[in-house]
């Protein structure tokens, strides 16, 4: 049986039926999917997790702490760094804290040199 060859004049659909070509030069439509958002957990979140990954170790049940890691979507590294807070902070090191460098000076500092600066003088 020969084989099918194609008109290179009709290689594609009828221009009317073509849709818009993409930016770029690519004739592939765009799909853009957004960016996904950071979880952000909640001291009270943190502690239940840790509280219910102790009671499946002490449960002795085999696969329990990985069957509730997988139920919550998270590593078990995270528990560890949770669990290290709690032991070291108490539950106040559970707590969320603020990204970013630290300031040099507190807000009290900053405003006792505000204060105390003279204005400079020209003679």
Same mark, same amino acid.
């Given at each position: 049986?020969?084989? %099918? &060859?194609?008109d !290179?004049a009709?290689?594609?659909?009828?221009?009317d039926e073509?849709?818009?070509?993409? %930016?770029?030069?690519?004739?592939?439509?765009? =799909?853009?999917?957004?960016? /996904?958002?950071?979880?952000?957990?909640?001291?009270?979140?943190?502690l239940?997790i840790?509280? =219910?990954?102790?009671?499946?170790? #002490? !449960?002795?049940? /085999?696969?329990?702490? +990985?069957?509730m890691? /997988?139920?919550?979507?998270?590593? !078990? !590294?995270?528990?560890s760094?949770?669990?290290?807070?709690?032991?070291?902070? +108490?539950?106040a +090191?559970?707590?969320?804290k603020?990204? +970013?460098r630290?300031p040099?000076?507190? =807000? #009290?500092?900053?405003?006792?040199v505000?204060?105390?600066?003279?204005? &400079?003088?020209?003679a």
């Open positions: 049986m020969p084989k %099918p &060859f194609r !290179s009709r290689s594609g659909p009828p221009q073509r849709q818009p070509a993409a %930016p770029g030069g690519s004739e592939a439509t765009l =799909e853009t999917v957004g960016k /996904r958002r950071r979880r952000v957990f909640s001291a009270a979140d943190k239940r840790v509280k =219910e990954a102790d009671r499946c170790l #002490a !449960s002795g049940k /085999r696969g329990a702490l +990985g069957e890691l /997988r139920k919550e979507g998270i590593y !078990s !590294s995270l528990v760094t949770w669990r290290a807070q709690l032991g070291d902070y +108490g539950t +090191g559970l707590a969320a603020k990204v +970013g630290k040099k000076l507190t =807000e #009290a500092e900053r405003r006792i505000e204060l105390t600066k003279l204005p &400079f003088r020209q």
